[in-house]
C-alpha cells in the first residue's frame, strides 16, 4: 500500500482537497482530528501537557484549545515541546489506522509534515498552496482568530518555496473546478505507481 503526506500552510485548503480524495474513495487520516482526539483521551498525553503547560491547559476534562493556543503560537519553544509529545502519537494511531485499510493507497492530512522532517515516512507528498491573502481569508470567515493570529500561526509553518522543493506534486487551491481536476490527476498519477 502506498503512503501519501497531504501538506500545506493553515488555510491552503487540505480539508477541502481531502473531502475531494474521500470522494475517490481514498481512506484520508485526518491527523489535527485525530491529535485532538487523542489530546482529549489519552492519559500519557494528557499527563505530559498538564507538566508542561500547567492545570489549566485542560477545562472541565476537555483539552482547553483557547488557553493552549496563546500559549504555545507566540512561544516556538513551548509549541516544539507540545509537538514532541503529540506527533508521536498520532504516528502510532496512523500506522494502526493503516493497516485497517484496504486500498491502493492512503493519505495522510497533516499540516507540520516538513516542520516535522517526517517526509521519509511517505511514499509521495502532496502540497497544497494558496496566495497568502487568501489563505487567511480563509481562516477569518471559518473561526474566531484574529489576524495577528493567524500570521503567529503561519509564522510557525514553513513558507511554501521551502516545501516546493521537497514535495512530489503540488496543487495551486484558488479554483476549486481546476483544483478538481488536479485531484484527480493526481489520483490517477499514484494508482498508476500501484
Not at 475531494?20 to 482530528?33: I, K
Amino acid at each position: 500500500m502506498i503512503v501519501v503526506g497531504l501538506t500545506g500552510g493553515i488555510g491552503s485548503g487540505k480539508s477541502t482537497i481531502a473531502a475531494m480524495f474521500r470522494e475517490l474513495g481514498v481512506p484520508v487520516y485526518d491527523s489535527d482530528e485525530r491529535a485532538k482526539y487523542l489530546m482529549n483521551t489519552s492519559k500519557k498525553i494528557r499527563k505530559q501537557i498538564v507538566e508542561l503547560l500547567g492545570e489549566k491547559a485542560y477545562l472541565e476534562d476537555k483539552l482547553n484549545r483557547a488557553y493552549i493556543a496563546k500559549k504555545v503560537f507566540n512561544n516556538s519553544d513551548l509549541l516544539k515541546n507540545v509537538n514532541q509529545i503529540v506527533h508521536p502519537m498520532v504516528r502510532k494511531d496512523f500506522l494502526k489506522w493503516t493497516k485497517k485499510q484496504n486500498a491502493p493507497y492512503v493519505i495522510q492530512e497533516t499540516a507540520l509534515l516538513f516542520e516535522n522532517n517526517a517526509q521519509e515516512f511517505y511514499d509521495s507528498v502532496i502540497l497544497i498552496t494558496s496566495p497568502i491573502a487568501m489563505r487567511i481569508d480563509r481562516i477569518l470567515s471559518r473561526d474566531k482568530s484574529t489576524k495577528a493570529q493567524i500570521v503567529a500561526r503561519m509564522n510557525n509553518q514553513l513558507d511554501d518555496e521551502t516545501k516546493l522543493k521537497l514535495t512530489d506534486f503540488v496543487i495551486d487551491n484558488i479554483d476549486l473546478k481546476t483544483t478538481a481536476l488536479k485531484v484527480l490527476e493526481i489520483h490517477e498519477a499514484i494508482l498508476a505507481d500501484c
